[in-house]
């Protein structure tokens, strides 16, 4: 009974300090996101954020890791070959359901490092399933792989613009764009 307890208060801690995290990271530039500012927000000591993080960069991670596994399984049986509609529509819909953080590191560059991680593990994971790329070349692999984030780039265009286009729209030309490029653009007029 007292290591439920104890498990319970480790975990209120943890979720304590990442929503203190979280509002942080919406309220100011990241660099100045300090272990000090998260712990005064949580309403612990810096002693305790270090019993369970290292820095601030951890926590970060810890959340992405979360929205890593959510996702993946969301598109857990797509393929960029037969199904880029469907992993265009799951991209957009995932995102726009998040919380402001969620959005905030998906759009801001500064934290394109993190995010680069989270995109290499979902994009490992949608390379599996796509049994069409594994007998090309490793160079013709990364390409398509490559080529499969620009829809993060139409998505960041689009919250750039304040969402002026319709979602489902928004869904439409993203997909008509990456699946058909200009070509298909101009035929869609």
């Known amino acids: 009974m007292t290591e439920k307890k104890e498990d319970l208060r480790i975990a209120r801690t943890k979720e304590s300090i990442k929503k203190a995290f979280k509002e942080l990271v919406c309220e100011l530039p990241y660099e100045k996101v300090t272990v000090k500012a998260i712990a005064d927000r949580a309403g612990i000591n810096r002693n305790t954020f270090y019993l369970h993080y290292e820095t601030t960069d951890d ?17 857990k049986d797509l393929t960029y070959t037969e199904d880029y509609p469907k992993l265009v529509r799951s991209f957009f819909e995932y995102n726009e359901a998040q919380d402001d953080f969620f959005k905030k590191v998906t759009c801001d560059s500064r934290f394109d490092y993190i995010r680069e991680g989270m995109q290499k593990k979902v994009s490992a994971h949608t390379h599996q399933q796509t049994k069409t790329l594994h007998d090309k070349s490793t160079y013709i692999q990364n390409i398509v792989r490559a080529y499969s984030t620009s829809v993060l780039t139409l998505y960041r265009q689009w919250v750039s613009d304040g969402r002026k286009i319709p979602m489902e729209e928004m869904i439409e030309l993203a997909t008509t764009l990456l699946e058909n490029g200009m070509k298909g653009f101009r035929n869609r007029q």
């Open 59 to 75: 926590v970060l991670k810890e959340i992405q890791s979360r929205h890593i596994s959510e996702y993946i399984e969301k598109v």
